[in-house]
């Protein structure tokens, strides 16, 4: 009798608990919600058990095979899949299983290392537009080269935690990927009220940055023409139409399989030419005016300056998928911080030298201050680089254009722009060849090169490297922050914001200054 009076009170006393901890917990997550910090959903907590499992046979060493009767055994091997029984495998010699429920297993895909991880991220934030940094200096003297330090530390920073996002504890405390894109993590951030509005920002924010990124290689490819052959009796604008007139052949890719053969060639092309620079700099160290660089700063222009080095530094759209096919996703923080460690080193040198041999003679293209003997060789040599360049934004643009426009599973404003074996529909050419003539007017009535790459880093560039980053790591990660990661993630947004809306407003102002007073490159 007690022991039943003893087993119904311990009942009361559990159910009691259990009662209590849910209502805590509901009115908790009811805070958080209102709040705007939102727990998984249902599509994450679906993937979670699916992680779940397969991380349960991994630490387990156990996977799924199909057994085969001994005596037929030699008969049936290499004949394909058939039914029977199945049992756990210890040996770890199955096949591992997939975390799509669609009953294949996925195809194993080639990894990169740390290195090429690193090689990729090098090539984003070391590329061409590294030409523009000693205009920055020109406008900010010591506290630019800061600023390159500092927006290479913040973009590591923030590349790290949009990376952080994309993973999520299961119950046994083991971080598990369960998003792929930065346009997952930003639906994941608006869910469940707006659940595809964060994918619709960033991939505005995608397209525009791509697409001023086109429209920085026509002005720049014009400009460096112009400045090669001063003699010549054709304008900046028309070098950019005979640029984009190269160009044209990109309205026709259906792949960059043909481009990436010269990527390497380019990369180190253009490692040469900054070493040349840097050499001939070197050479007139004797000249170099270090009375020029100083503490002040040119209130008008310098946040253009901010936009320019911001948008140096632009990496993040492609990290997470860079991430995902890494060998070891564990090495991605040391790789973020070598190749930014690099970068800021390199950035630095670079600009702070090209600035004290040229002073406030410094234009918005270094390699514009060159001499005219070598002047035309280096510049051949970037034109030949942006124009290579070119149709890497330009594919990603149309990719992310086509699957908005046409392929969004039914849901497209547009019939889909390819046939039935893959041919490319009039509509969709249309496109392709209306994005390159795009970018041939905007180069030709906005054939400002600092100002419009000051613009493209103050709009998207801080957007998509300080802001979101930081807002995403906030909600999706608001649990597990410790103070000091709050306090640098609200720091970054804040202060990310007030140099988005600064430089926007300084890049257009400038804009308007050039238009109405026709002040030229």
Avoid at 211 to 226: E, K, P
Wanted: glycine share 8%.
């Amino acid at each position: 009798m007690a022991h039943l009076i003893r087993h119904k009170l311990t009942n009361k006393l559990t159910n009691a608990a259990h009662t209590v901890s849910n209502k805590s917990q509901a009115k908790v997550s009811g805070v958080f919600a209102r709040l705007g910090f939102q727990a998984a959903t249902d599509e994450e907590g679906l993937g979670f058990a699916e992680c779940d499992d397969l991380d349960y046979d991994y630490r387990q060493g156990m996977q799924m095979d199909v057994l085969q009767g001994d005596e037929d055994g030699a008969r049936m091997d290499g004949e394909g899949d058939f039914e029977g029984d199945s049992h756990y495998q210890r040996d770890g010699t199955g096949p591992r299983p997939s975390l799509k429920t669609g009953g294949s297993l996925e195809e194993d895909k080639p990894k990169i290392t740390s290195w090429e991880a690193g090689w990729n991220v090098t090539n984003a934030i070391q590329g061409m537009f590294v030409l523009g940094l000693p205009y920055a200096i020109l406008h900010g003297g010591y506290l630019g080269l800061f600023l390159i330090i500092f927006a290479a530390v913040v973009c590591c920073y923030t590349g790290k935690i949009l990376i952080a996002c994309l993973y999520e504890e299961n119950e046994d405390g083991i971080k598990v990927r369960v998003r792929d894109s930065y346009v997952d993590i930003a639906n994941a951030c608006c869910a469940p009220r707006f659940p595809a509005l964060g994918g619709h920002v960033v991939n505005v924010a995608q397209i525009i940055e791509l697409v001023m990124t086109c429209i920085l290689y026509v002005v720049v490819s014009g400009n460096l023409m112009y400045n090669s052959f001063p003699g010549f009796p054709v304008s900046q604008k028309a070098w950019s139409v005979v640029a984009t007139a190269a160009l044209l052949p990109c309205a026709f890719l259906k792949n960059l399989k043909a481009v990436s053969k010269f990527s390497l060639l380019c990369t180190l092309a253009h490692f040469v030419i900054n070493v040349l620079v840097i050499a001939y700099c070197l050479s007139r160290a004797r000249e170099w005016a270090w009375e020029k660089v100083k503490f002040y700063i040119d209130v008008k222009k310098f946040p253009i300056s901010i936009g320019i080095i911001v948008f140096s530094y632009t990496s993040q759209i492609f990290l997470p998928s860079l991430e995902g096919n890494m060998q070891r996703p564990s090495e991605f923080h040391c790789m973020m911080e070598w190749t930014h460690i690099a970068a800021c080193v390199l950035k630095g040198l670079f600009a702070l030298v090209a600035y004290l041999t040229w002073a406030d003679a410094t234009k918005e293209v270094i390699t514009d201050n060159l001499p005219s003997t070598i002047r035309a060789v280096v510049n051949l040599f970037l034109v030949a680089k942006a124009l290579l360049s070119y149709p890497l934004p330009f594919f990603a643009a149309v990719e992310v254009l086509e699957k908005s426009l046409f392929q969004d599973g039914g849901r497209a404003l547009f019939p889909d722009c390819y046939g039935p074996g893959g041919q490319l529909k009039s509509w969709g050419l249309g496109l392709r060849v209306g994005l390159v003539v795009f970018t041939l007017l905007m180069a030709v009535f906005v054939p400002h090169f600092a100002l419009l790459m000051g613009l493209t880093g103050s709009l998207t560039g801080a957007g998509l490297c300080f802001l979101l980053p930081s807002l995403f790591h906030l909600k999706l990660q608001w649990r597990n922050l410790l103070w000091h990661h709050v306090f640098f993630d609200v720091a970054i947004f804040v202060i990310g914001g007030i140099c988005a809306i600064s430089g926007f407003i300084h890049s257009i102002e400038g804009l308007i200054e050039a238009f109405k007073y026709n002040i030229q490159d």
